[in-house]
């Protein structure tokens, strides 16, 4: 498995790029979102990878961040989303903000998405709202980190999900929920709103 690429940008496009490392160019296909993060060509750069195997071609996909890279894969655990799709909907924003948004069941965000319709855009809300909340209320997280009331397991989703301590206190102040999915999602439409 190739993990990570790191070295010089030979080749810079728009929804791939060739990275030299020693002496060996690799193509991984990016988002929109991690090309912005890509340097010009010459410059050096680190990317998170995922390698796909099939009998007709062995591709390279390269992410900015792990989460790009994590949230790529839950992706591609929904049916009918391949790693095409996949990137498309990546292009659309930041894994915080499309965490964000499949938290608060947000269907248009992903109806946006050429190649997605209705149908589609539920199903990734359904299939990964549950995934997304369990990794937002800190099930990967040591037993001292998280907290026991839901107010507590929202507040540890809420920093997973990368917003400061006092960012996830101010969205949950006027958060109504008996859950801790129930709060993230109320704290989530808030940010939203804001």
Do not use: N
């Amino acid at each position: 498995m190739i993990a990570l690429l790191r070295g010089e940008v030979a080749v810079r496009r728009g929804d791939h790029v060739v990275i030299l490392c020693g002496g060996v160019g690799y193509r991984a296909s990016v988002s929109a979102e991690t090309l912005r993060h890509v340097p010009a060509v010459g410059g050096k750069v680190s990317l998170h990878t995922h390698l796909i195997v099939r009998d007709d071609a062995i591709s390279i996909y390269g992410f900015h961040s792990e989460q790009e890279r994590d949230l790529f894969l839950m992706l591609l655990a929904v049916q009918a989303v391949g790693p095409k799709m996949a990137m498309a909907v990546l292009s659309g924003g930041g894994p915080r903000e499309l965490m964000a948004a499949i938290a608060a069941g947000d269907s248009a965000r992903f109806q946006a998405v050429p190649g997605i319709g209705r149908r589609t855009a539920e199903r990734i809300i359904v299939e990964l709202r549950e995934k997304v909340s369990l990794e937002a209320t800190g099930a990967g997280l040591p037993a001292h980190a998280a907290s026991d009331t839901p107010l507590g397991l929202a507040r540890e989703g809420l920093l997973e999900l990368g917003y400061s301590a006092a960012e996830a206190e101010r969205l949950l102040s006027g958060a109504r929920g008996e859950t801790a999915e129930e709060l993230i999602a109320e704290a989530l439409r808030a940010a939203r709103a804001t």
